[in-house]
C-alpha cells in the first residue's frame, strides 16, 4: 500500500481520539438500550448517559443542560437555528442579518429562506475578513429578528468580535447565532461571556464521532423560541425528533472535555508550528497569508501563490499533502472560495490558494515535511509553465491588504 500523505486538513474533520472510542463502546455492544425507553434497565441506563453527556457539553461552554439540544452535527443546527427562529418570531418580522464569509449552510439556509418571504441582509468583511460592529448596528431594522455571524471561520480562522455583536443586537432586541464549529476546543468558549443567543457545535471538529452535534439555545436572560424542523417523538425538548445517538452523544461530550482539557499546552505548540510553517513559505517569497492581520484560530492557515494555477497546485501537492483549497463542504464547487473573494482576493489568487490546518498529531517534521514539498512544487509549476495568463501581461492583483512580514 502506498504512503499516505501527510494528514494538514483538520478543519475538515479529525481523528477520533481512541480514549473517545473506547468511552462509546460499551453504549454501542453492550449497553444498547434505547433512550426513551425508560421503563427497563436498558433504557434508563441510555437516558443517563444522554444526560451525563449533555451536561458535559453544557458545563464546556458555559450553559446549562436543558439547553443543549443534540441534532447530527452542524449542518442541522444551523438549519433549525435559523429555520426554527424564523418561524417562530414570524408575527414580528422576518428580516435576517448575515455576513458573507459564513459557512455555506448559514448562506444556504438564508437563501431558502427568502424563498419564502423572508429578507436576508448580508454584511460585507474588510480585507481581513472581520465585519465592523457598526455594520451591524446600521443593517438592523424594526422588523430584524436574527442575526447569525460566526465565531471563527472554517477556511481563514479569522475571529470575529462577537461580544461586540451581541451588544448591538442584545440592545435591539435581535437574537444572536454564532457558528462555533471551528472554534471548540482551540479557544475557550462560553456563552455568556460572548452574550450569544444560540450556538453550534460538531463532534467532529474536535477527535469526537462523525454524525453528531449540537444546538445550545439560550433559556434564559432572554427566553429564545424555536418551531422545531423535524416531526415525529417530541425527543430533545420537542426540538429534534428521531431516536437519540446515544454512542454519539457520549463520544461528543467526553471528546469536548479532554480537548478543553488539552487546549492550554496543545494551541500554544499547534500555533508555533502553524506559524512556523508560514515563515519558511513567507521568507523564500512564494507565498501570501490571507488574513494574516486578523486575530485567528492558532490551527489553520489560508496561503495564495502569485502566478500559479490552482488545481494543478492542489493536485500536484496531495500527493503528499492532505489539504484542501477552502471548505470541505464546497470542495466540489469549481468556483473560488466566496470567504477570499468577499475579502477582496482576485479569482486567480483565490483559486491559487491552499488551506493548511494543524491538530494534535501534527508534529514538527509534518510541518517542515510540508514546507519541502509545498516548495518543490512550486518550483516544478513555474519551471514548466504553469503558470496563470494574467502573470504574462503583468496585471498584478493589488496585495496591500494581505500580511507579509518583515522577517529580516
Not at 4 to 27: G, R, S
Not at 134 to 160: C, F, H, K, W, Y
Not at 189 to 195: K, T
Not at 318 to 343: I, N, Q
Request: glycine share 8%.
Amino acid at each position: 500500500m502506498p504512503e499516505l500523505p501527510i494528514y494538514l486538513d483538520f478543519h475538515a474533520t479529525t481523528p477520533m481520539d481512541p480514549v473517545v472510542l473506547e468511552h462509546m463502546m460499551p453504549w454501542m455492544t453492550r449497553w444498547y438500550g434505547n433512550a426513551s425507553s425508560r421503563q427497563h434497565a436498558y433504557g434508563r441506563l441510555a437516558s443517563a448517559a444522554v444526560d451525563a453527556a449533555r451536561e458535559q457539553v453544557a458545563q464546556s461552554i458555559g450553559a446549562t443542560s436543558p439547553e443543549i439540544i443534540f441534532t447530527s452535527g452542524a449542518t442541522e443546527s444551523i438549519n433549525l437555528a435559523i429555520k426554527g427562529a424564523v418561524a417562530a418570531y414570524a408575527a414580528r418580522g422576518r428580516h435576517i442579518i448575515t455576513c458573507a464569509t459564513e459557512h455555506s449552510a448559514v448562506l444556504d439556509a438564508c437563501r431558502s429562506l427568502e424563498t419564502s418571504g423572508a429578507e436576508v441582509t448580508i454584511l460585507d468583511v474588510d480585507g481581513q475578513g472581520c465585519v465592523d460592529p457598526a455594520a451591524l448596528s446600521a443593517a438592523i431594522r424594526p422588523d430584524t429578528i436574527l442575526a447569525v455571524i460566526m465565531l471563527a471561520n472554517n477556511e481563514t480562522g479569522v475571529i470575529q468580535d462577537v461580544r461586540a455583536f451581541s451588544d448591538i443586537c442584545r440592545a435591539h432586541g435581535v437574537i444572536l447565532f454564532t457558528d462555533a464549529t471551528q472554534a471548540a476546543g482551540k479557544i475557550p468558549i462560553d456563552v455568556d461571556e460572548l452574550g450569544v443567543d444560540m450556538l453550534c457545535l460538531s463532534a467532529h471538529k474536535f477527535y469526537g464521532p462523525k454524525g453528531v452535534g449540537c444546538l445550545y439555545v439560550r433559556r434564559r436572560s432572554p427566553r429564545v423560541r424555536l418551531l422545531a424542523q423535524l416531526d415525529g417523538g417530541g425527543h430533545e425538548s420537542g426540538l429534534r425528533s428521531g431516536t437519540l445517538n446515544v454512542p454519539g452523544m457520549v463520544g461528543m461530550g467526553k471528546a469536548l472535555t479532554i480537548a478543553i482539557e488539552k487546549m492550554p499546552h496543545e494551541m500554544p505548540r499547534i500555533s508555533s508550528l502553524r506559524d512556523r510553517l508560514e515563515h519558511t513559505l513567507l521568507e523564500a517569497g512564494e507565498c501570501y497569508v490571507n488574513a494574516g492581520k486578523a486575530e485567528r484560530l492558532p490551527t489553520v492557515s489560508n496561503l495564495s501563490f502569485r502566478f500559479v494555477e490552482g488545481q494543478a497546485l492542489l493536485g500536484a501537492v496531495c500527493r503528499d499533502l492532505a489539504v484542501s483549497t477552502g471548505s470541505a463542504c464546497s470542495s466540489a464547487s469549481m468556483e473560488p472560495s466566496h470567504v477570499l473573494t468577499a475579502m477582496g482576493v482576485g479569482r486567480e489568487l483565490a483559486f491559487a490558494s491552499l488551506r493548511v490546518s494543524l491538530g494534535v498529531p501534527t508534529i514538527e517534521s509534518d510541518i517542515e515535511r510540508a514546507a519541502r514539498s509545498i516548495l518543490t512544487v512550486l518550483g516544478r509549476m513555474r519551471e514548466h509553465g504553469q503558470l496563470w495568463e494574467f502573470s504574462q501581461r503583468g496585471d498584478i492583483p493589488d496585495l496591500s491588504g494581505w500580511h507579509h512580514p518583515d522577517l529580516s
